[in-house]
């Protein structure tokens, strides 16, 4: 997933990514949640990657702040190792 131009792999990077945007935005939590119809605490949790929402609400909150998500193949990175079993 992209958001601002910032590749994310990991929840983590996600809710960093959203919160990024929110802030850019000038919007609290709260604010956010409004638009959303998400609660605050939910905000706060998804940004510090502590928890794993559904796809949905990730496609909610991108949508209300007015972003866009795009999958793409993903490149060669020599610091990713792929472990299959």
């Given at each position: 997933?992209i958001?601002?131009?910032?590749l ?19 919007l609290?939590q ?7 119809g ?6 706060s ?5 502590v928890?794993?929402a559904?796809?949905?609400?990730y ?7 007015d972003?866009?998500l ?12 792929e472990?299959?079993?």
């Amino acid at each position: 997933m992209i958001l601002d131009q910032q590749l994310i792999r990991s929840l983590r990077q996600a809710g960093i990514a959203l919160r990024n945007r929110r802030k850019a935005l000038g919007l609290t939590q709260g604010e956010l949640g409004r638009r959303a119809g998400v609660k605050q605490p939910t905000i706060s949790d998804i940004e510090n990657g502590v928890v794993a929402a559904s796809l949905e609400t990730y496609l909610i909150l991108v949508t209300a702040l007015d972003s866009e998500l795009h999958l793409l193949p993903r490149t060669a990175d020599p610091g990713l190792t792929e472990q299959r079993s």
